[in-house]
């Protein structure tokens, strides 16, 4: 894969992470003000997949930046 194949699968992965941080915080509050407690833990479950979805996404954008010999900020947060 070639230097600017990879950057644009960095700008991917930003955008992919975000929309999992997103989905997490919809299904956390989705938690928050369901009444039943199936519909709440079926939110939490979800919240909790996106939670790790991001975690690997994460992982793979710092092994990908540290591989361009890029320098990693911080978290690297792309919300």
Request: glycine share 6%; hydrophobic share 35%.
């Amino acid at each position: 894969m070639g230097g600017d194949a990879e950057k644009e699968i960095l700008k991917i992965l930003e955008t992919a992470m975000k929309r999992e941080i997103d989905a997490e915080k919809l299904y956390r509050r989705g938690a928050e003000i369901a009444v039943r407690p199936e519909v709440k833990k079926m939110f939490i479950k979800l919240a909790d997949e996106e939670k790790k979805h991001e975690k690997v996404l994460r992982d793979f954008y710092r092994e990908t930046k540290k591989r361009l010999g890029l320098k990693i900020f911080g978290e690297d947060d792309p919300s």
